[in-house]
């Protein structure tokens, strides 16, 4: 029985020396890999992990890469150079100035933003102001009117009467021609209403009849016109002139001079561009203190007179 025994753990050792023998060579069969050079990554996969209780791995950091003593030494880039200064050239017989050193260039400060509105707090931008187009003009703009018309005198106090004594009541009707020199003061954009001023000449003649003698005179003085509203075809107007006047009555050897009132409204129709046609209703007032009559105390005549009369406007 001793010997059986020793016989099987012989047997026992053997094969177990055979099998750590197989073992071992083909763990020497499978080639090692190859180490990773120094200047390349290491691109070894990790190691499965194991089924037993978790542990945790230390770190390992890879070696930066290292160039291998063969390659050139790396050089830095060469910085941009200065322009070069262009050195001055002289004359023949000259000393050349020396260069002289450009200052540099400094960008302008940019200006910082306007501050934002707040609408929360009522700050709004102002509304843009109304568009007006604007006339330039070299000179002042001109304007001349002629109208020839109809006057009637519904009171008169002139001595007329071709009888001594007649007290009859004086009215006479006659013709009455106007014009007038202005200059526009006012309006100049077209949308604002014109206004003139200038200077203003007329002349009249009453007819006389039944026993009255017939008298003329003339007017002049300042002369003031406003429109309404301008850019319609038909344009109304009003007007006063303030002046003097003369007064010549057949068979009174005096002259009367005195002064003249003048207030009119009336109407331009707009024919062409620089060309309207105008109608004209005045009431005037004549006043003569300087008229005496030869063998009569009074001193001092007076009459008032209604026109009607059209012509034409040549201005704007």
Known sequence: MMRSSLSIQGMKLVVGSLCWLALAGEGAAQPAPAPAPRWQVNMTPPAPPSTGPA??????????????PSWPPATPAPSMPPPPVAAPVAAPGQVAPAPTAVPPMTPEPTPPPDKALDPAMGETLPP????????????????????????????????????????????????????????????????????????MPSFYYYFGDGGQNDFLGMGYGIYVKHAL???????????????ATQVWVRNVESRGIGHLTRLAVGMDVHLHKWLQLTFEFSYRFYNLPMLKVAGSEVAGYDFHSLNLQAGFWFGR
């Not at 542990?55 to 291998?68: E, S």
């Not at 000179?139 to 009117?145: E, G, N």
């Not at 209403?193 to 200038?198: R, V």
């Open 128 to 199: 843009p102001p109304p568009f007006r187009p604007l006339l330039v003009s070299k000179a002042v703009p001109r304007a001349l009117f002629l109208t020839v018309g109809w006057t009637y005198t519904p009171t008169n106090s002139l001595p007329l009467a071709q009888t001594p004594g007649d007290m009859r009541p004086q009215t006479q009707m006659g013709i009455n021609i106007d014009g007038a020199l202005l200059w526009q003061v006012r309006g100049f954009d077209g949308v604002s209403w014109p206004a003139w001023i200038g200077f």
């Open 55 to 68: 542990t945790v791995a230390p770190v390992q950091v890879a070696p930066a890469p290292v160039a291998p």
């Open 229 to 243: 509203w301008p850019r319609q075809r038909v344009r109304l107007f009003f007007a006063y002139g303030l002046g």
